[in-house]
T-cell receptor
Framework: RKEVEQDPGPFNVPEGATVAFNCTYSNSASQSFFWYRQDCRKEPKLLMSVYSSGNEDGRFTAQLNRASQYISLLIRDSKLSDSATYLCVVRGSGTYKYIFGTGTRLKVLA | EPEVTQTPSHQVTQMGQEVILRCVPISNHLYFYWYRQILGQKVEFLVSFYNNEISEKSEIFDDQFSVERPDGSNFTLKIRSTKLEDSAMYFC?????????FGPGTRLLVL
């Protein structure tokens, strides 16, 4: 099983749609969780950290399910500018190593 | 807003040559990282650096790689004898604790 697994997509959605991505992780001792976005040939940029209680930032909502070892990202009212690859990142307990998923591509269509 | 910077943005080198990739982390950050991303593939952890020493490294980070923080501001990645498969985007990141902030990357092409 991969350490961090994501559906590569692409997810093609119309503007205004709601879209959700999941990410599963294999290490039950994982401690920290993040969603980053990456535009083509650019650096990853932090979208949001994911907290145990779930958290929201504007149109973006992140959830963590420790029992099932997955995190999710929900994007409401999709904009054209949301088109990017969304990277799930996990850090294990007691380690400085951050593991990236392969990313999920999102295309928001006009 | 402070940013991580990296130089050069692009580097072309011959197989077997040494390259040094440079990064200036955000000034009050304590943790520094190097990652690579081969075209079309995922971002891969190479090494983390804290308190002037390597805190963790991946299997990729073998003897041909080294890191240094020579002057308290720069953070460098040296690849001693480049191979064709070292062609990739190399990202530096820094962090005050948990959250990492990435530089724009150096695109390395080994011919």
């Amino acid at each position: 099983r991969k350490e961090v697994e994501q559906d590569p997509g692409p997810f093609n959605v119309p503007e205004g749609a709601t879209v959700a991505f999941n990410c599963t992780y294999s290490n039950s001792a994982s401690q920290s969780f993040f969603w980053y976005r990456q535009d083509c040939r650019k650096e990853p940029k932090l979208l949001m950290s994911v907290y145990s209680s779930g958290n929201e930032d504007g149109r973006f909502t992140a959830q963590l399910n420790r029992a099932s070892q997955y995190i999710s990202l929900l994007i409401r009212d999709s904009k054209l500018s949301d088109s990017a690859t969304y990277l799930c990142v996990v850090r294990g307990s007691g380690t400085y190593k951050y593991i990236f998923g392969t990313g999920t591509r999102l295309k928001v269509l006009a | 807003e402070p940013e991580v910077t990296q130089t050069p943005s692009h580097q072309v080198t011959q197989m077997g040559q040494e390259v040094i990739l440079r990064c200036v982390p955000i000034s009050n950050h304590l943790y520094f990282y190097w990652y690579r991303q081969i075209l079309g593939q995922k971002v891969e952890f190479l090494v983390s650096f804290y308190n002037n020493e390597i805190s963790e490294k991946s299997e990729i980070f073998d003897d041909q790689f080294s890191v240094e923080r020579p002057d308290g501001s720069n953070f460098t990645l040296k690849i001693r004898s480049t191979k064709l498969e070292d062609s990739a985007m190399y990202f530096c990141a820094s962090s005050p604790g948990e959250t990492q902030y990435f530089g724009p990357g150096t695109r390395l092409l080994v011919l």
